[in-house]
């Protein structure tokens, strides 16, 4: 069993959204150079993708999943995280195409009880209808583990995408991970980027990386 370990840097959450647009906004996205406004840096963030912004429906293309469903999923998840949705409601209209087609495309999403449209979210879309009891399934290898600490919001997911990326396709990785936002992160992000959530109790999260590219 392999273990590593992230130095505890304990960043404010909307500290770290702050500069991701500060860094993003108005920039292109790396695939099709569309223009991204603040709603689509908070979007690329939220997936992960920081490092090379992208436009919600390249990230799509990328990730290999059908865009309106992840639309949903992302709406859904991002907008009942308070430090996102603060950073989506303050996000600065001028850097829109009028109207934002992203503030069209979520705005239901402002309305839902972030933990109910989450529950339902979990049920109707996992294979199975519910997620599978931890620990990991007793036919996979050891898992490679890694404490992520009390890292929330943006850092967790970025982290995560970042080793999982360094890591060979079907791998399965234990997450341990405190922040209070990780049951709904990571089961939500791992839904949304394809790969398979395996169990999950919190502080500990089993996952097996996606096998197609
Ligand atoms: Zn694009
Ligand atoms: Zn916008």
New binding site residues.
Partial sequence: MEFHSFPMNKVLESRQLEEALARWAGS???????RLCDHGVLCAVALGLKDRP??????A?GLNRDLSTMSQHLGRWLLGKDCYKKAWILADSTRCEVPCSLVGLFAGCLELDSEDSFANDLSDSSPGGMVPKFPVAQDDSPPHVYDFGDLGCGDLILELRRILRELGPGVVVRVLATDPGAPQDIPAWVRMTGHTLLGAAHPVYDLRKRTDP
Avoid at 28 to 34: F, N
Avoid at 54 to 59: G, I, Q, T, Y
């Fill in positions: 292109s996205c790396s695939d099709c150079g569309a992208r436009c919600l429906s390249c990230a293309n």
